[in-house]
């Protein structure tokens, strides 16, 4: 069995009004939230992905499918509980993770270690193991234009 093994994750959602912005489980005040099934919290997704991945357990639609009504509106920090869970029974522990939130808008600055530290509580890790950045893309693509987030992910998970 391999010791270390790394995984990447990405996810996007649109902007829409009407809903709430979450990221790394941080409510952040802001007139237009991300649309999806669950909680939309792109940034959490893909740190999930991004951890199935390393352990070679697929993604989140394999274990969270968004036709499922049981995940309708779910938090998605207990979404990744449940992943945290299932790296445990694989006898993996996260490592580390490096996450970045592509937004041209709000700035997400003053909310990055409220996201860092709930990531790292529910990873079961020290916040200097999880770094979260956030960039805009210069006006340009869909979240450059305000139309979506996007997040990428990097994972490393180790041997128990």
Known sequence: ????????????????EGR?????????????????????DVLTHAVMD????????????????DNDPAYAGADSLRLLEHVVGLLREQGYCVGNVDATVLAQRPKLAPHIPGMRDNLARVMGVDPGQVNVKATTEEGLGFTGSGEGMAAHAVALIERI
Do not use: C, K, N
């Not at 995984?7 to 829409?16: E, F, K, Q, S």
């Not at 709430?20 to 939309?40: K, N, T």
């Not at 991004?50 to 499918?65: E, N, V």
């Open 50 to 65: 991004a951890l199935l991945g390393a352990a070679g357990l697929g993604d989140i639609g394999r274990h969270f499918p």
């Open 20 to 40: 709430r912005l979450i990221l790394g489980g941080v409510d952040v005040p802001w007139e237009r939230g991300l649309l999806g099934h669950s909680d939309a």
């Open 1 to 16: 069995m391999q010791g270390v093994r790394v995984g990447h994750g990405y996810d996007v959602h649109r902007l829409t």
